[in-house]
């Protein structure tokens, strides 16, 4: 499925059930709607299961999309939003029928005091290693990772072809890879 595809163009392709349309869809949106399910949730199993119900219901009502209400982004982060509503409901009304207390005591999940010098020491590598970067492959990395942006997004943002997003991704990830092992972290990825 060719990556130049609109997002309205894919979303005709999966309703008319194109399940390759569906793929490239999945490519273009999995990591935003995740982000989001996981700030919702916190949780990183119910964020996965809300990308899969999310994906499911795209497969099944495509046809449903209308871009006069909003972006394809809003209306897959209402879709999110909704399965995680659903998911705590379904959960809450499981353990009133289990008979599980609804409002447990939580454990004291402060930090400890080794846990925030380790974070402070995590963020400042990181910053270390994106201030090494060019500033297109920065800004790439910041966009998509720190903003939720999709690749498309940024590329009409600075007018930039999708094929030049995704190289400048790749390439600094790569890079920032290089520089944090560099530093001794264990860093999973592609080398």
Known sequence: ?????????????????????LEAFYDRFARLVYSFAYRVTG????????????????WRQAH???????????WLLTIARRSAIDLH????????????????????????PDRV???????????????????????VVEWMYFQGYTQNEIAER??????TVKSRARLAMQKLRD??????WEVEGRG
Do not use: C
């Open 89 to 112: 409901r379904r959960e809450r009304r499981q353990q009133h029928e289990s008979g599980e207390e609804l409002f447990p005591i939580l454990p004291d999940l402060a930090p400890t």
């Open 64 to 74: 449903a999309y209308n871009p006069a209400l909003g972006k394809v982004s809003t």
């Open 158 to 163: 600075f007018g930039w072809s999708l094929g």
């Open 179 to 184: 520089e944090l092992q560099s530093v001794g």
């Open 1 to 21: 499925m060719n990556g130049e595809l609109s997002d309205d163009m894919l979303l005709a392709a999966i309703a008319r059930g194109q399940r390759d349309a």
């Open 43 to 58: 949780n990183v199993s119910h964020a996965e299961e809300i990308v899969q119900d999310v994906f499911v219901k795209v």
């Open 117 to 139: 010098a380790e974070q402070s020491d995590w963020r400042s590598r990181i910053r270390q290693a994106l201030a090494k970067l060019p500033e297109e492959q920065r800004q």
